[in-house]
């Protein structure tokens, strides 16, 4: 028996669905889902000594790779010294000031232990500022799993959010309203209408969490306007684009600026990390300063917050970005060609290091009801096959790809003739 086998029983008999988060099962690709032992740089390895080029990078923190040295001295120099105080440290200042540097319009970040918690925090001083209940989501954004953000739209343009998850009463997702994405014109009408109870308006400002949904900018340009008009705030949940795209996250690539930013990720270098960042006025109002309370036992450990300081001294080198930039071009190149090559309808839609391809015909979908279940279909085959030839690919078709400064263009290369051959294969069997 192999000993992702073995352990697969185990964990099924100890854990819901033998995961501690939901995709890892492989539902989506009808797995059985594989334990991973071991990361090296661009590489994970099974339990059972498979080797994979890693298109994951565990969802996003891992900018680096796997195992960077200077992230892994950092953390082990760290532990020496204790995992957690309950007070402030050195560390906790030097990521702080590292953050805000990137985000020019911050004066301020609080440090919480995932995404979901900033995303949660962030909301929660929003409606602290501005004394309003109402926020706007987007259908296709994710914001973590957080009540009152875990909604979808019922029909029609502008809803009242129901919920998305069985245990969220609908009393919760009540005061969230969703909206599609890449409609200036729905939006507005809703600020019209509805804008002066409206305490916020969140938005992954590059939609990365049901495949890329890249928005024109003039969407975006069009939350600005409206938010200020309205005294809403804005906010871009950057947990994934957030020192990725760029230093400074789609906050500098928009050349928008948004009114509190969330992060988590790779602020974290792969230690539990989470963010809010904004302007003092606005941050100055949580705890202790202000009444906005927001606490948290393990925030700012000294760990996490050296494995955040590592990751983001890294990828001060001067080239790092443009190499993500070669990387994911690369990428982006060979699996169009590798689409091309086989006749498989499709397309990659490619911020940098973060990639998607959808296979399906037509334009690169931008909206959530874009994405058609063709793609998913196919996703399944293609997804064992690629695994076969030594490519970790995200067990959901609606996963993004990311690629690290630890790739190589082998490894891009490597990834692509999986994918050729995995779609090949496909073929041949339909
Ligand atoms: C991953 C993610 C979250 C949630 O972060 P967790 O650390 O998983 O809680 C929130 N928002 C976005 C945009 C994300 O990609």
Redesign the pocket.
């Known amino acids: 028996m192999s000993n992702s086998r073995d352990l697969l029983g185990r964990a099924q008999r100890a854990m819901p669905g033998g995961v501690s988060?939901p995709v890892r099962a492989f539902g989506a690709v009808q797995g059985p889902q594989i334990f991973l032992a071991r990361g090296e740089g661009a590489h994970v390895v099974d339990v059972d000594g498979n080797r994979y080029v890693d298109l994951v990078g565990s969802?996003?923190p891992l900018i680096l790779g796997h195992a960077h040295p200077a992230v892994v001295e950092a953390v082990t120099r760290a532990v020496r010294d204790g995992l957690t105080f309950g007070a402030t440290c050195r560390n906790e200042v030097e990521l702080a000031e590292r953050v805000l540097r990137r985000f020019p319009f911050a004066e301020r970040v609080r440090f919480v232990n995932?995404?979901?918690?900033?995303?949660m925090s962030a909301v929660r001083l929003a409606r602290g500022v501005t004394g309003r209940s109402r926020i706007v989501k987007f259908e296709g954004?994710?914001?973590?799993?957080v009540d009152n953000l875990l909604v979808k739209g019922g029909s029609g343009l502008a809803t009242f959010g129901t919920p998305s998850s069985a245990g969220v009463p609908a009393e919760f997702t009540a005061l969230t309203d969703v909206l599609p994405l890449d409609d200036v014109e729905a939006f507005t009408e809703h600020m019209r209408a509805h804008g002066d109870a409206i305490a916020c308006v969140i938005i992954?400002p590059m939609?990365?969490?049901a495949g890329l949904l890249l928005q024109r900018p003039e969407f975006l340009v069009a939350l600005r306007e409206q938010c200020t008009a309205r005294g809403a705030l804005l906010i871009f949940?950057?947990?994934?684009?957030g020192f990725r795209v760029a230093p400074g996250g789609m906050t500098e690539l928009s050349g928008l600026t948004p009114d509190l930013v969330?992060a988590?990720?790779i602020v974290g270098g792969g230690m539990?990390v989470?963010c809010y960042l904004g302007p003092a006025a606005s941050m100055d109002q949580v705890a202790p300063l202000g009444g906005v309370y927001q606490a948290g036992t393990l925030s700012g450990n000294p760990v996490g917050m050296a494995a955040g300081v590592a990751t983001l001294d890294v990828l001060d080198a001067p080239d790092s970005y443009a190499q993500l930039e070669a990387r994911g071009a690369r990428l982006q190149a060979g699996l169009l060609d590798a689409l091309h090559a086989t006749g498989t309808a499709g397309s990659v839609a490619r911020v940098g290091s973060v990639l998607w391809m959808s296979l399906q015909d037509g334009d690169t979908p931008r909206t959530y009801p874009d994405i058609r279940a063709e793609s998913a279909a196919l996703y399944g085959p293609l997804h064992r096959e690629v695994l076969r030839r030594g490519t970790w690919m995200a067990p959901s078709s609606y996963e993004v790809a990311f690629v690290s400064t630890a790739h190589t263009d082998a490894d891009v290369d490597a990834a692509v003739s999986a994918v050729r051959e995995g779609l090949a294969a496909c073929e041949a069997t339909v």
């Open positions: 988060s969802w996003g995932s995404g979901t918690e900033a995303v954004c994710y914001h973590g799993h992954e939609p990365a969490n949940d950057e947990v994934i684009s969330t988590g990720k539990p989470g």
